[in-house]
């Protein structure tokens, strides 16, 4: 009896190891196939299991990937810890743990991993993106919320909601997806634990000021299938619809295609894979610009510089698509980017986990200027220390939707933002920069990066203007007479109504222009680092007025040889045409021109303004020099005598 009660506890152990080892096994397959939801119920159940403490730091691991993919960072923060604690090896698991931290409302502690990551490795940049999200975390909490947010209740259900697309040309229908118990003959999804998502159509209720309960989408028919959805974009024609789709199986990993449907004769055609998508990778949330011809999306196919990077491809009719191109390492990271969306007015947006943010996905704004992308973090309550995604505008409007699993989402849910109202106003005076006195009409042209253009006219030199929100402004004027002249200013980022103060000097083309601190060493014609910063302004202006011809003068002093002053001036003149020449300035904009001591200053205005013992019609001659009382006054009028100057030498253009 004794022998036969030992073979069945030897019988039942053994059992009960190969059962563990298979929920091991069924685990790894599930995280492998990165269908995290089953992985990290199969893991717990492991854990429960397992008796052997070896095991056990690869499970913990695991358990905490598994809940950070699924977005849940409290879970995976304590799951971090606890293969930290049992001895796991891997050299990213602190920073892991200090990223879920920081994503589960813990800052501070993550501050403390970040820091002590960096002092074992001054230029790892995960720890340094991750201080800098905690910076900016603590830099919000002062700073009062921009933009005014709200959960969409109607919308939103118990399971994952989210806002793929305003319908093109109108404010009153969004396409939404969302795996809710009303989808009909889906399945689990393995990733997600809920079902499968379809994608529905929900109204605005313009008399109740709600949005209606999401239906079903019924046209196009061929959008919904047993399978997840996960993205539909329609072109602004209404003629193409390109969307992304996870193809299912019980033993590979699923995958993500792009496919399109056009409308021809009035039918939609069957939807056909993007060419390009053969390769086996995942693709993502299709973007189609305004004018139809761009498609943004993301994926990790090879070439990519981490996870998901975002891509496009060129769009010809409605069915070719080049194949795609990286957008490049200013927007893509070694983390992911997802989610692009672009305004018509070019501003791009993106969600990324890698880019310093305050939580795990946080939504980005990038602007191209002079050929480079310039990227912001969207402030709270937008972005949060959450997963923050797929952001929507109306046209090129500060409103729309976004979707967060932040605190008080029952899932992931959609949101909508807006940005209220505030007074921005623009004074300005318009004055001669030479004499300073004021310019009684003139036009003005103020435009903004939000797409806005203004026409309006100064009355006895004065203007005033209402500015938009979030906008860059150039404020430009034309002045018969005078070169055209801007000023800039920008309402990006203020929270607080604003009154600007704009003074703006155009040039005058009658008369000859001194330009301030072009100095040389004696006897020499290279320009010193000062003059550079005053050409640099110079530049600007001639950019302005692309079609006014200058003469560049420099002008010596009577010390010296006057054959020698004459031929050094040329030379002086000449390296400051060859100065903006290499800024951009055409040639055939540009004479230079040596005068020597020919032509002393004749002193205006400002200048006997400046210069008490000077008054103004006085010419700095020779004569004039010497009957000046002492050497100090002597000098400083053979110094202003030395001087480069510019004028239009064709004021056809100037207007």
Known sequence: MKIKFLILIAVALLGSACSVNKLISDADASFSRKEYFDAAEKFRQANQKVKDKTIKPAIYFKLAESYRESGDYMKAAVWYRNAIRSGYKDPTLEIRHADALRSAGKPDEAKQIYEAELKKDSKNLQAINGLESVRRIQEWKAIPELYIIENLKTINSAANDMVVQIMPGTEKSIFIKSSREEVPNKKINPVTGQKFADFFQSVNDTIKMRWNLPELLKEPTS????????????????????????VSSPTRQATSQLLFIQKKNGQWTSPAPLPFTADGANYLQPM????????????????????????????????????????????????????PFEKPNGYFYFSSDFHPGLG???IFQAQKSRGKWQIEQLPPPVNSIGDDLSIQFFGNLEKGFFTSNRKGSRGTDAYSFFLPPKLFQCFGKIHDSETDSILPDVNIRIVGSDGSSQKIRAVNGRFQASLNPESDYAIVVFANGYLNAQAKVSTRGLRE??????????????????????????????????????????????????????????????????????????????????????????????????????????????????????????????????KLGGDNLKDLARGLNRRTEFKVINTATAK
Do not use: C, M
Request: no cysteine; net charge negative; hydrophobic share 35%.
């Open 223 to 246: 959008l919904n299938s047993t399978d997840e959805e996960l993205f539909l974009n329609f072109s602004p024609s209404k003629e193409l619809v390109v969307f992304s789709r996870s």
């Open 288 to 339: 189609i610009t305004e004018n139809g011809k761009t498609l943004w999306f993301a994926s990790d196919r090879a070439g990519g510089l981490g996870g998901f990077d975002i891509w496009k491809s060129e769009i010809s009719g409605l069915d070719t698509f080049s194949e795609p191109t990286n957008v490049g390492p200013e927007i893509n990271t070694p983390g992911n980017e997802l989610y």
């Open 360 to 362: 795990g996905f946080d």
């Open 497 to 626: 109504a604003k009154e600007f103060e704009v003074d703006i000097k155009p040039i005058p083309t009658n008369k000859p222009i001194r330009i301030d601190n072009i100095n040389y060493e004696l006897g020499k014609w290279d320009l010193l680092p000062q003059a550079k910063t005053s050409l640099d302004k110079l530049v600007e202006l001639l950019k302005l007025n692309p079609e006014a011809i200058i003469e560049l003068s420099a002008h010596t002093d009577d010390i010296g040889d006057e054959k020698f002053n004459l031929e050094l001036s040329e030379k002086r003149a000449a390296s400051v045409v060859q100065y903006l020449a290499g800024k951009g300035i055409q040639d055939k904009n540009l004479k230079a021109k040596g005068y020597g001591e020919s032509v002393p200053l004749k002193i205006n205005a400002k200048l006997a303004r400046q210069y008490e013992f000077l008054n103004e019609g006085d010419v700095l001659s020779a004569t004039t020099i010497e």
